[in-house]
């Protein structure tokens, strides 16, 4: 029982592909050209657990390396809100990957699009599952973007895709993990220069922890209103700035008596101050997997209903409706992967790259929120993965500059002019070098990796006459 116990989750992830593959083949009816669908059920199936896997991660990794969450009940927590994220905001109607990346009009045999959309998949799942087993967090946005231009590349050739929009995202994989960073850099130092290194932390602490929850309140809301709940009613990115103004303002004014309370009898000690930040934390964590699985479902499932939509209709130029069954297997694809193979990175995001505690990953959360409101707003494509992931490096090399400044501080004060040895300089150091280094190395070959695997699937498909 030992020796198969790694096996179990494995096992059941192949349970899953199986039941969404019958479900698939008995809701098509055996149809001609029935068999496209069934295989991308396959695919979307394999697709999700991978997102699960991976994914959800940066969600929830910041809460447990903070402590604020034990490892079950981030993923209690996560499974729930990523499931109604993608069952209640996630699938009205889904924008084909396909049509901002590659010309639908050069697309006009529906063999070749349905093809694409299968071997784009099926790459960007096994990339995405390669990156789980390394331990690197990658976006899942970026694997599928790769894998519909390596697919439209060898299907309709290169002057097909759309370059300018694949060199926006592929730019965004500097700036947006790098501006993630420096978000949750001024957040932590702000919180340190105004709490923590204050002569009266608790009395400061009243002050400040109410407007930085009524800051939570309202990105998360101009978030949620302009990233999922926008699929449901028609809002415009104006009008969710001004809900979460608003309700930022209101959940700051309830959250004085709140932490007034809840700071009464602490002791003024940088302990006392973790107390407050827990349960924000908490909850900035339910809301970013609810907005993950809102998003990131079409990621999953967005190919499979593009391929049913084909099987009934004409190549498609512009929106799919999501049937509730390619939904359902995205939400439960995405719980499945998590409760199975999420605890690895969800490990390696929360406590190995960098030491969390709840001021610093609140910090993170708040930083994701903010950093992707601020691309939204601009129009800028960016990933959740790498702002989240890159805010958890600039704390971490904050920290490490702060701790090295303080000593040299210390030492300049009492006139100790020797030098630190390398040995004791990289003993200090507070981020791992070795996941930065594999980290980054896997974001910079998504894309190029997720195109190759696409290119030899489409190829495959068509020695079988797919």
């Given at each position: 029982m030992y020796a198969a116990r790694p096996l179990v989750g494995v096992g059941i992830s192949l349970a899953f592909v199986t039941i969404a593959t019958l479900a698939a083949l008995i809701l098509t009816g055996g149809e001609p050209g029935s068999l496209a669908v069934v295989a991308a059920a396959a695919f979307g199936a394999y697709m999700a657990?991978?997102?699960?896997?991976?994914?959800?991660?940066?969600?929830?990794?910041?809460?447990?390396?903070?402590?604020?969450?034990?490892?079950?009940?981030?993923?209690?927590?996560?499974?729930?809100c990523e499931s109604a994220g993608a069952l209640l905001a996630g699938g009205n109607v889904v924008r084909t990957i396909a049509h901002d990346i590659v010309d639908p009009a050069t697309v006009t045999d529906k063999l070749v699009f349905v093809r694409g959309m299968l071997a784009a998949l099926l790459a960007a799942s096994v990339w995405i599952n390669i990156a789980t087993w390394i331990g690197a967090p990658v976006s899942t946005t970026h694997a599928v973007v790769g894998g519909v231009v390596g697919a439209g590349v060898v299907s309709v050739?290169?002057?097909?895709?759309n370059w300018s929009t694949v060199g926006l995202i592929a730019t965004s994989w500097t700036f947006s993990p790098l501006l993630g960073a420096l978000v949750a850099v001024a957040m932590l130092a702000f919180i340190e220069w105004r709490i923590v290194q204050v002569e009266d932390k608790i009395a400061a602490a009243r002050r400040w922890v109410p407007l930085l929850i009524g800051l939570m309140a309202g990105a998360f809301t101009t978030y949620l209103t302009d990233r999922a709940l926008s699929?449901?009613?028609?809002?415009?990115?104006?009008?969710?700035?001004?809900?979460?103004?608003?309700?930022?303002?209101?959940?700051?004014?309830?959250?004085?008596?709140?932490?007034?309370?809840?700071?009464?009898g602490l002791e003024n000690r940088n302990r006392s101050l973790k107390t407050l930040f827990r349960l924000p934390l908490v909850a900035s964590a339910g809301l970013l997997s609810f907005a993950h699985?809102?998003?990131?479902?079409?990621?999953?499932?967005?190919?499979?209903?593009?391929?049913?939509?084909?099987?009934?209709?004409?190549?498609?130029?512009?929106?799919?409706?999501?049937?509730?069954?390619?939904?359902?297997?995205?939400?439960?694809?995405i719980s499945f992967g998590l409760v199975l193979f999420g605890p690895k990175l969800i490990g390696m995001v929360g406590s190995q790259i960098t030491k969390l505690n709840p001021?610093?990953?609140?910090?993170?959360?708040?930083?994701?929120?903010?950093?992707?409101?601020?691309?939204?707003?601009?129009?800028?494509?960016?990933?959740?993965?790498?702002?989240?992931?890159?805010?958890?490096?600039?704390?971490?090399?904050?920290?490490?500059?702060?701790?090295?400044?303080?000593?040299?501080?210390?030492?300049?004060?009492?006139?100790?002019t020797r030098t630190m040895a390398p040995q004791e300089r990289t003993r200090r150091r507070l981020v791992r070098r070795s996941h930065f280094l594999t980290i980054v190395a896997a974001w910079v070959i998504t894309v190029p990796a997720a195109a190759l695997l696409a290119a030899i699937n489409v190829w495959l498909l068509q020695q079988v006459a797919f």
């Open positions: 657990l991978n997102i699960g896997a991976n994914d959800v991660a940066n969600n929830m990794g910041p809460a447990v390396g903070a402590r604020a969450l034990p490892m079950l009940g981030a993923i209690a927590i996560a499974a729930v050739g290169a002057a097909a895709v699929h449901l009613v028609d809002i415009t990115f104006g009008q969710s700035l001004l809900a979460g103004v608003a309700v930022g303002c209101v959940t700051s004014a309830i959250a004085v008596p709140f932490v007034r309370k809840q700071s009464a699985g809102a998003n990131d479902v079409a990621n999953a499932v967005g190919p499979l209903a593009a391929v049913v939509y084909i099987h009934s209709h004409a190549p498609t130029t512009g929106d799919v409706a999501m049937p509730p069954w390619v939904l359902l297997i995205g939400a439960l694809g001021m610093r990953a609140y910090c993170v959360a708040l930083s994701t929120a903010v950093t992707v409101i601020a691309a939204s707003g601009a129009g800028l494509p960016v990933s959740s993965t790498h702002i989240a992931v890159g805010s958890v490096f600039g704390v971490g090399f904050f920290r490490e500059w702060y701790q090295n400044h303080r000593s040299s501080k210390q030492q300049s004060a009492r006139k100790d």
